[in-house]
């Protein structure tokens, strides 16, 4: 079964530093999203993008967060200066379309700021 | 974020009995409803969904009911199974967004 492949798995980063967590999402999807989770807290969402451009983002997705799909597979998260705040694993997910298609998940990044 | 409340924080069945699932949301834009699971180090796993135009999907073991008025969801497993032990998220969404909105999640724990 096709799968999102995110990578790395696990990412530890000085705070200030930039950060790039990659993903690959299903090959026919069209639709591709970020979502994070801070220990113990909720999954909430930060980005979905589609045809090239940021449709939705949510409160969290400032300045200091960019997506980008640099070729036909891979969608990027770049966080410019993290912040110990950053840390948390970060999901990334596709779908079909943006309605009543279920989005499919990958393993998620854990992003660790020191 | 309140919109989406699982209340249940864990739940523990016998196998082969029924679980329930249960999940409570206070935005009535909400349409298209989603339960996931999710193991430990594994990104959330789609289960199975519903429309708002429907009341109850089935899939296997796995029944949705939505009851609108009450905006309430449930999800169903019968018979349940060691191998369903997992955290599960409803996450609903509107139709002009794409945007999930997860529950806090219930810890299911099926003892064999």
């Known amino acids: 079964e096709p799968e999102v492949t995110q990578t790395p798995s696990h990412q530890v980063t000085q705070m200030g530093q930039e950060v790039i967590l990659r993903c690959v999402p299903i090959?026919?999807?069209?639709?591709f999203y970020w979502y994070r989770q801070i220990l113990g807290q909720k999954v909430e969402f930060l980005v979905s993008?589609?045809?090239?451009?940021?449709?939705?983002k949510s409160e969290i997705f400032d300045d200091q967060f960019s997506v980008e799909r640099p070729d036909g597979s891979n969608f990027t998260l770049k966080i410019r200066s993290t912040k110990l705040e950053d840390s948390a694993m970060y999901f990334c997910?596709?779908?079909?379309?943006?309605?009543?298609?279920?989005?499919?998940f990958g393993d998620g990044t854990r992003l660790s700021i020191l | 974020d309140q919109q989406v409340k699982q209340n249940s924080p864990s739940l523990s069945v016998q196998e082969g009995r029924i679980s329930i699932l249960n999940c409570d949301y206070t935005?009535?834009?909400?349409?298209?409803f989603l339960w996931y699971k999710k193991y430990p180090a594994e990104g959330p796993t789609f289960l199975i969904s519903?429309?708002?135009?429907?009341d109850k999907n089935e899939d296997g073991r796995f029944t949705v009911f939505l009851n609108k008025g009450a905006k309430h969801l449930s999800l169903h497993i019968v018979p349940s199974q060691p191998g369903d032990s997992a955290v599960y998220f409803c996450?609903?969404?509107?139709?002009?967004?794409?945007?999930?909105?997860f529950g806090q999640g219930t810890t299911l724990q099926v003892k064999p």
């Open positions: 997910a596709s779908s079909e379309s943006g309605r009543d298609q279920p989005q499919h």
């Open positions: 090959s026919n999807h069209l639709y």
């Open positions: 993008f589609y045809n090239n451009e940021i449709s939705e």
């Open positions: 935005n009535s834009m909400f349409d298209y």
């Open positions: 519903i429309s708002s135009i429907k």
């Open positions: 996450a609903p969404h509107s139709s002009n967004t794409g945007k999930l909105i």
